[in-house]
């Protein structure tokens, strides 16, 4: 199974300020997403990304997140400025394809204060 | 809409016990279908994936009937470490991300 690391586990923030989430999948898979999970609540899309653009979001991946893989490595999800309702689940997932399994990193727990 | 709809739960069974989850879902044209089970404040992690002849796996089996688009999970002798939710994902047709349902909760009680 493709390994998928991300840091940090937790992350505590103030509410307005701005977190980045890093992910840094070990395989050869293209697709990469970033999905979160209130908790109590189903797993929700974000992004994926795809040939170093998003190729699909969804209406909660609004103007105060972008995603990049700057150095083709390390893939991350920037909140500009946090909301209370931003605390959740973060885990970032790679695939091989669109509609193909998924293989999820092990989370970040945000929560905004 | 794509919805991925599931009971959930949870199903208290004993050890040794058979127990059934099913997932109905919203799109006819879904071309893909997986379970995963997530253990608390853990991630997704595929169980099976799920195919139109059926499939097993150990003490799992998973089967899909696309007429009445619904998934089904059976797990076999149920051992402690089953507990966890279940969770029922699809993939509908184009270029859409996977769905999740919002799970089944599992105990296996001894």
């Known amino acids: 199974e493709p390994e998928v690391t991300q840091t940090p586990s937790h992350q505590v923030t103030q509410m307005g300020q701005e977190v980045i989430l890093r992910c840094v999948p070990i395989s050869n898979h293209l697709y990469f997403y970033w999905y979160r999970q209130i908790l109590g609540q189903k797993v929700e899309f974000l992004v994926s990304f795809y040939n170093n653009e998003i190729s699909e979001k969804s209406e909660i991946f609004d103007d105060q997140f972008s995603v990049e893989r700057p150095d083709g490595s390390n893939f991350t999800l920037k909140i500009r400025s946090t909301k209370l309702e931003d605390s959740a689940m973060y885990f970032c997932?790679?695939?091989?394809?669109?509609?193909?399994?998924?293989?999820f990193g092990s989370g970040t727990q945000l929560s905004v204060l | 809409r794509k919805e991925v709809e599931q009971d959930p739960g949870p199903f208290n069974v004993p050890e040794g016990a058979t127990v059934a989850f099913n997932c109905t879902y919203s799109?006819?044209?879904?071309?893909?279908f997986f379970w995963y089970r997530q253990d608390c404040r853990k991630e997704p992690k595929l169980l099976m994936s799920v195919y139109s002849s059926g499939n097993e796996d150990g003490r799992f089996t998973a089967q899909l009937n696309r007429a009445s688009q619904y998934i089904s999970l059976l797990i076999r002798d149920s051992k402690l470490s089953d507990s966890a939710t279940y969770l029922c994902v699809v993939g509908f047709s184009g270029n859409t991300p996977l769905v999740f349902g919002k799970g089944t909760r599992l105990s296996v009680i001894a």
């Open positions: 799109n006819s044209a879904s071309q893909s």
């Open positions: 997932a790679i695939g091989q394809d669109q509609n193909e399994k998924l293989f």
